[in-house]
């Protein structure tokens, strides 16, 4: 049992369920009005709880409950807690680095250099897909073909940046020599967050080489790691505040990215035990709710966390739903972790509806009505899920949207390649699919389709991993 990786079932169907919905609710942003609205995202100022605004809470409760079994995998393959932590490290710049391409508008930079946005977008996609593809294992020659496909990729974003930093609009300003100050409004929060990237990135850096003291890969990570962090700090000023890539949101890759971050981390240090997760729940919940107040505004460390902490505590309560699970698995104990998760699930709907009196249910304004009833729905479904297929055995049911939950990044990437094509190409979906039930219906068929499409390119070892 000692390499043997634990997976859980009903972990991997909440994932593909909740990645299947994301590409759902995505593709029916479009339908507007013609679909009924409790399928759409509230407005900021509107309480109400849609469908769109559930998807990516449960998707962090599945980042969480991921973590405690991750640790422990890489524990049982020999891993130290440093090398955890740089793993760790790894994969927060992978995310942070996608969601800052993936969430930039590509079309005033294509327009300045003559090339369809589409393109930009697809290239950047082909560049996540050549550094972080999971290559397999190979020597000699093959290995160097990899090897100089993950470099290209890097080169490529690099390149994507440089048009960005270089061609700036027509009412944008040439670009200003220097770094964050040179076009951030309220930097100090921004300086904050790229100093835990500087310290991600550079303690990679020590860490590779201390186990490496190769010298030359030593330089070659460092100039890669000076390309990372170019992408993320160089700006140009100008009126609006920024010329060339835009952090300002850091979109659903790179929300991610800092979620996984912070609770990785701390569960680390947490050592496995209950105590110290639900202390960091506490915490994050209670930041969430100073921000609502406006306290944490007045203290001056609003935005300093992504989300202000309610990404985190939502990541928080998927850890505890692990804990919970790891000292309650089997049959046997299914009555007691039943009972446990039930519990949970009334505690935070009687928590969201005595916030309720006082914050409105809203996904924009990052509410802590908002959290608890997500948690309430997500330990609820998570339960119901576990004993369908953990306990009656009746995973198979889901096998044909399995991809999303096993290749979760590929099938998130590829919709705006699609999306891409589908533009450049000047394809014209059938008039009764773009609105009603029809445009439900071809928003439902894409979503298998694009799970489809990730499990052929995992047959063909085309796979985005970090």
Not at 213 to 227: G, P
Not at 243 to 271: D, E
Not at 424 to 435: C, G, K, S
Request: hydrophobic letters at 55%.
């Amino acid at each position: 049992m000692k390499n043997q990786a634990i997976r859980i079932a009903s972990i991997d169907i909440f994932r593909a369920l909740t990645m299947l919905l994301m590409i759902f609710v995505n593709d029916i942003s479009a339908l507007g009005d013609t679909v009924p609205h409790w399928l759409h995202h509230a407005a900021k100022d509107e309480d109400m709880l849609g469908l769109s605004d559930i998807v990516f809470p449960c998707f962090l409760f599945c980042v969480g409950l991921s973590i405690p079994f991750a640790v422990k995998n890489r524990i049982s393959k020999g891993d130290s807690q440093l090398q955890i932590i740089v793993h760790i490290a790894q994969r927060t710049i992978a995310l942070l680095t996608m969601g800052l391409f993936s969430m930039n508008n590509f079309t005033i930079t294509a327009n300045t250099i003559g090339i369809a946005p589409e393109w930009l977008k697809i290239l950047s996609v082909v560049a996540f897909f050549m550094i972080w593809n999971v290559y397999p294992q190979a020597e000699g020659r093959v290995k160097k073909i990899f090897s100089t496909l993950q470099t290209c990729g890097w080169i490529i974003l690099a390149t994507l940046a440089l048009i960005f930093v270089g061609k700036p609009a027509e009412n944008e300003s040439q670009i200003a020599s220097g770094f964050i100050s040179a076009g951030f409004s309220g930097g100090a929060k921004y300086i904050f967050q790229y100093l835990i990237i500087a310290i991600c990135v550079f303690g990679m850096l020590t860490i590779n080489f201390l186990r490496s003291r190769n010298v030359f890969k030593l330089l070659i990570n460092t100039l890669i790691s000076i390309a990372i962090l170019y992408l993320f700090l160089f700006k140009g000023a100008n009126a609006d505040g920024l010329a060339g890539l835009r952090p300002g949101w850091w979109q659903i890759l790179g929300l991610t990215g800092w979620t996984y971050f912070y609770a990785a981390v701390i569960f680390i240090f947490a050592k496995n035990k209950f105590l110290p997760v639900v202390i960091a729940w506490i915490f994050f919940t209670f930041l969430c709710i100073a921000a609502n107040t406006g306290l944490a505004a007045d203290m001056g460390i609003a935005g300093f966390i992504p989300g202000n902490g309610c990404f985190q505590s939502i990541a928080f309560a998927g850890i505890i739903a692990s804990l919970l699970m790891q000292n309650n698995q089997g049959k046997q104990n299914f009555g007691k972790l039943s009972l446990s998760y039930l519990a949970v699930s009334v505690l935070m709907f009687v928590a969201a509806t005595v916030a309720h009196r006082y914050f409105i249910i809203s996904k924009l304004q990052e509410t802590c009505t908002w959290i608890f009833y997500c948690i309430s729905i997500s330990f609820a479904l998570l339960i119901f899920i576990y004993w369908l297929t953990d306990i009656k055995n009746k995973k198979s049911w889901f096998d044909i949207i399995k991809p999303a939950g096993t290749s979760t990044l590929t099938c998130y990437v590829i919709p705006s390649v699609w999306y891409s094509a589908v533009s450049l190409a000047a394809i014209t979906y059938p008039e009764f699919t773009r609105a009603g039930v029809g445009g439900l219906i071809k928003s439902f068929v894409f979503a298998f389709a694009v799970t489809g499409l990730t499990w052929i390119l995992g047959k063909m070892k085309i796979k985005l991993k970090i």
